[in-house]
Structure formats: C-alpha cells, structure tokens
C-alpha cells in the first residue's frame, strides 16, 4: 500500500540516535543516562500505578539479592 504520507522509518531513526550518542564524551555519556534514569523515576512517581511498580522492582531487587547470595554461597565466598 503507498500511502501518501511517509513515516520516518523507526531503524533509521535508532541508528542516528545510537550515532548520536557515540561521538559524546564519556561524562556526556553518563549525564545522557543519569537523564533517562531520572526520567523514569519521575515517570513511576506520577504514575497512578505507582505503588504496584515499587513493589514489582523490589520483587526483582529481592531476586536479584537472592541469586547474588546463592552464587556467592555456591562459591563459597
């Protein structure tokens, strides 16, 4: 189907943007990724689901706690 409007393709756009990102400096880099932490964590407090997320990413927390004291324990460290 030709539409008559053409939509940027979507891997075309990743690529420029991973391009982007590659020629920052390294603390470009970080500040870049500190940005997008942070604005998740200010997505999940706006959130009306807040709740239900915090207690999802402390079940992953507690999991990933978990599998980090069996392998230690499993290695005898």
Do not use: C, N
């Not at 075309?12 to 970080?30: C, G, H, M, N, Q």
């Amino acid at each position: 189907m030709d539409l008559p409007v053409k939509f940027p393709d979507e891997r075309d756009k990743i690529y420029r943007e991973v391009l982007a990102f590659r020629i920052l400096s390294p603390e470009e880099r970080t500040h870049a990724m500190l940005d997008v932490i942070a604005l998740g964590e200010s997505m999940i407090e706006e959130s009306p689901h807040r709740e239900v997320i915090l207690r999802q990413l402390q079940l992953q927390e507690d999991e990933w706690k978990k599998a980090q004291k069996d392998l230690f324990a499993k290695l005898g460290v």
